[in-house]
Every structure is written in structure tokens, then in C-alpha cells.
């Protein structure tokens, strides 16, 4: 069976300090991986995804950018975290060559910026 | 641009009710429409998929239905239980262009099941 794993699970990062969170995936080769970010009071935004090793599409311009090294591996990333990058991150996926298949989500990483 | 309403944001019920969760969706040009649950501080968990093709799923005491050509889905949820209280999310998969299948997401309602 497949399973998708996000870490840390919290986190509280300064202002101006750099950020790595990952997710691997699991039980399936080339899946169509994403990263969703849900902040206080709003919904959840797509941030990126990514249906490649090495292929990212980003959805809004941001402080961010993500990476994906490896064919189940993606990495969210920032230089200098902002005050307005606090929030909730979720990493999923879903097979890559099946439309009609939905999503599964990782547990998600809590992040604070202070 | 697809824009997804869910009605009411908040739902607070005695437990044993059977309630409704309404989602609506403005283009019908979608793969399928997703069911979530949220607890506080946790990831999302799937409850039902239905296919743009389909009317309707169930999984125990959930009930899910799609009327594409209105752009509606209703989740039922019998015998309401203090266990089933958490956020409920309703996802839309649309299709077409470089989309990869991309999920746009409703506000959520927040259910409370009151013993």
C-alpha cells in the first residue's frame, strides 16, 4: 500500500531563517506530487506540483520554491522565512497516470514565524 | 476560474442527527469531486471520491452525491456521532489544459456533534 510521510511535524523558525520540510511518498513510482498551504481563517492554497523528478510548477509568487530530487521525494524550501510564511503545509500526491484518482494527503507540518 | 461554496460554515447538532453538508462548484468541467475530513492540526483524510461520471458513493454512514450539470454535492452523514465532529472539505478535480489534475477547495464546514 502506498503512504506519504511529511516532517517535522511542528516547527518555529525565526524571521530571516532558512526552511527545508519534505515529503516522500511511498507504495508507487511517479506519482504527481503538491504542496497546499492552509493559514489561519483561509482555505487551502495550492502552492506547488510537481509530475516529474525535477519538474516543478508553481501556482502563486511567493517566498518559497520547492524541489524534487528524487522520483518520491519533494521538498519545500525558503531562503529567508517571512512572518506571512506561518501556517499549515501539506504535502500529497496521486498516481500520475490515472485522471480519476484522488488525492492523499501527508499528516502536514505546522510552521510559525517569529 | 473555478470557485468552490460550501453551506454552512459552522453546523453544531445533538448527537443521533442525520445532517447534510452542502458544496457548490461553478464550472462543471471536473474529473471528480473529494470528501475530506480535517481534525485540529491534522492532515486531511479522505472520505469519499465520486467520479464526474457517478451520482453517488457511501462508505458506512456517509452518503455523498454529485449533480454535475447543477454544480452541487451533498455529504449525509446518519446517526451523527461526537466522533464525527471536525472540518469537512469539499475538493473539486478539474480537468483540461496543464491543470495535472489540480484541487481546488472549499471553505470548509465545521461540525460539532454535541453528546
Known amino acids: 500500500s502506498q503512504t506519504i510521510h511529511q516532517w517535522p511535524a511542528t516547527l518555529v523558525q525565526p524571521v530571516g531563517s532558512p526552511l527545508s520540510l519534505e515529503c516522500t511518498v511511498e507504495g508507487t513510482s511517479n506519482p504527481n506530487l503538491y504542496w497546499y498551504r492552509q493559514a489561519a481563517g483561509r482555505g487551502l492554497q495550492l502552492l506547488f506540483y510537481?509530475?516529474?523528478?525535477?519538474?516543478i510548477s508553481s501556482e502563486v509568487p511567493q517566498n518559497l520554491s520547492a524541489s524534487r530530487p528524487q522520483d518520491r521525494q519533494f521538498i519545500l524550501s525558503s531562503k529567508k522565512l517571512l512572518l506571512s510564511d506561518s501556517g499549515f503545509y501539506l504535502c500529497?500526491?496521486?498516481?500520475?497516470?490515472?485522471?480519476?484518482?484522488?488525492?492523499?494527503f501527508g499528516s502536514g507540518t505546522r510552521l510559525t514565524v517569529v | 476560474k473555478q470557485e468552490v461554496t460550501q453551506i454552512p460554515a459552522a453546523l453544531s447538532v445533538p448527537e443521533g442527527e442525520n445532517l447534510v453538508l452542502n458544496c457548490s462548484f461553478t464550472d462543471s468541467a471536473i474529473y471528480n469531486l473529494q470528501w475530506f475530513r480535517q481534525d485540529p492540526g491534522k492532515g486531511l483524510t479522505s472520505l469519499l471520491l465520486?467520479?464526474?461520471?457517478?451520482r453517488e458513493q457511501t462508505s458506512g454512514r456517509l452518503n455523498a452525491s454529485l449533480d454535475k450539470s447543477s454544480g452541487r454535492s451533498t455529504l449525509y452523514i446518519a446517526a451523527s456521532q461526537p466522533g464525527d465532529s471536525a472540518t469537512y472539505l469539499c475538493?473539486?478535480?478539474?480537468?483540461?489544459?496543464?491543470?495535472?489534475?489540480?484541487?481546488?477547495f472549499g471553505q470548509g464546514t465545521i461540525l460539532t456533534v454535541h453528546p
Open positions: 500529497a500526491w496521486r498516481p500520475s497516470d490515472r485522471g480519476n484518482y484522488g488525492y492523499t
Open positions: 465520486i467520479q464526474s461520471s457517478q
Open positions: 510537481s509530475v516529474g523528478i525535477g519538474q
Open positions: 475538493a473539486v478535480n478539474r480537468i483540461g489544459g496543464t491543470s495535472y489534475g489540480k484541487l481546488t
